[in-house]
Structures are given as C-alpha cells and as structure tokens.
C-alpha cells in the first residue's frame, strides 16, 4: 500500500513542481509586493510595510472607474451569453439536417484573433468623417440619429464592449451546451413523451436538471474570464484606456506595471490581490448555491 502510495506521488511530482513554480510562488511573491510601501523594482529596496498600497489603490479614481466596467461587465455578459448560448443550443440540438455546418458557423468567432475581431466591430460602430458606420446606418432605418460607439458617450462605449464580449465567448458556450445536451438520456423524454408533458415543462424538470453541471461549469468559467477582460477592450478602444474611460482591472493592474505611469510593481500587486479576493469570493459563492441548484 505504502509503494502505491509513492507511485502516485511520483506520477503528481511533475504537476505539483509545474504548479509550485508558476502558479504559488507568484501568488505568494505577488502578495508579498502588495505589503511593501515604496517598492522599487531597480534598487529592490522599499521604505515600509503596511496597508498604503491597497489605501492607495482603492482610492485611485482610475481604478474605481475600472472595478465599475468590469462589474458592468460581468454582470451584463455573463447571464446574457449562458443564456443566448442555452437557446442556440437548443435550437441547433433541434436540428437534423445541417446541424454540423451551423455548429461550424457559430464557433467561427472563437478561433478568430481577438485584435482582428475587434478592429471589424470598431469599424462597424465608429462614426468618421466619411461614414457613420453599419450599425448606425441600420439605426437610420428607424429614424436614429448616428451615435459614436467608439468615442461618443460612455454607455454607448460600454454597449459596444458588452455586444461584443457577449459574441466572442458564444462560440465556446454553444459547443460545450450542445454536447452537455446530446449527453442527455433520452428515455427521460420518451416517458416525458408518454405522459404528455408539455415542452416548457420537459425543459424545466428534465433537460435544465441533467445539464445543470455544465451551465454552473460555464457561469464559473465566465464570470472569471469576465473578470480577466482587457485585450477586448484595447481591441475596441485603443491602449489608453484611462482617457476613453473604458480600463478594467487587469487593464488597470497592466498599466501599473508597464503603462505610460507604470513602474508601480506595489500598486499593481495590490490590485492583482484584490482582484483575486473578488473572484474568490464570487466563485465560493456560487459553489454555496450549486449544491441545491445543480445535480450531479
């Protein structure tokens, strides 16, 4: 027992080491920075320890300005996508005859370049001197004056980035969905068949319970990477994001260490750590709510 025992240990090693090295010494090393007043990323020197830094950061209008985007953010494209996502999925899953070349068409944005996707939609929103763009134009159909998406007001800019956030995370939620659907036992719905159940019922009591540990799967992942949201925004906004009034959190945590005004290692430890506290509490959240809504 004790030789199975260090067989498993053996095969883990790599991982562990692999997990050691990239992912818990930084954390530790990031966490360390956040408590050091006056880092100097040179000299290695700082004048203190204490709470300033994340004083600091909490008060920086900047970084109020990002925590606010990406809660909007967060809080706008991840239900609406998990739940577009649902419906395509039921519908492709509905499907006979050319279900594979739809299911090929929606995935299309998720291999597609970020930066590229982005400069289309710039282009598609942004009013010039020559064109009021595609979108704009259709909004003329209905007798809407041309709005600036890209620089105009800021919920036309948060509008865009949430259109478009919302498109590019589609194609990975759809695939998953329409697998966790075909996986789905269909004597469930044959009895359901023989009973008479209506369709919105057989939904409720059969299809959203088995497949009720993919979505929860899908809102965790999405309200991570909803929370890591920044090469979107640069695509549509450009990099100076504090002047558009468009920056997130990680955008935030960049511009600290590598912006015009970076060299703040401290600062951006320090809101690298809040940012994990923010999705850490999120994500006990949502386990502590699973367990009497998902069904294993």
């Known amino acids: ?45 700082f004048w203190g320890t204490g709470w300033y830094n ?4 909490l008060h920086d209008p ?21 739940l577009l996502a649902l419906l395509i999925s039921l519908g492709l899953s509905s499907i006979k005859k050319l279900r594979n070349m739809f299911q090929t068409i929606y995935f299309l944005p998720y291999v597609t370049n970020t930066l590229a996707v982005g400069l289309v939609f710039m282009i598609l929103f942004q009013t010039t001197e020559y064109t009021d763009g595609m979108f704009n134009f259709v909004l003329s159909l209905f007798g809407i004056a041309p709005i600036d998406f890209i620089e105009g007001p800021y919920w036309a800019k948060m509008f865009v980035l949430c259109f478009y956030t919302v498109w590019v995370v589609l194609p990975f939620k759809i695939l998953i969905l329409t697998s966790a659907l075909a996986s789905v036992n269909k004597n469930y719905y044959n009895a359901a068949l023989v009973d008479g159940t209506r369709p919105f019922r057989v939904f409720r009591k059969i299809t959203l319970p088995m497949i009720s540990p993919t979505v929860f799967y899908l809102i965790i992942t999405g309200f991570i990477g909803a929370f890591k949201a920044y090469s979107d925004a640069v695509a549509l906004f450009g990099t100076n994001l504090n002047v558009a009034e468009m920056n997130t959190i990680v955008g935030y945590i960049y511009d600290m260490l590598y912006g015009d005004g970076g060299g703040y290692p401290s600062y951006a430890s320090a809101a690298a750590i809040i940012l994990f506290v923010i999705v850490l509490t999120i994500t006990c959240i949502n386990l502590l709510i699973s367990k009497k809504h998902v069904h294993y």
Request: charged content about 10%.
């Open 54 to 57: 994340y004083l600091y950061v």
């Open 1 to 45: 027992m004790k030789k199975n025992n260090w067989k498993g240990w053996l095969y883990l090693l790599p991982a562990i080491l692999f997990l050691g090295v990239f992912m818990v010494y930084p954390l530790v090393d990031v966490f360390i920075y956040s408590f050091e007043e006056g880092y100097n990323s040179s000299s290695q020197t």
């Open 62 to 82: 900047y970084f109020i300005q990002a925590l606010k985007n990406t809660f909007i953010l967060v809080l706008i494209t991840v239900p609406l996508s998990t």
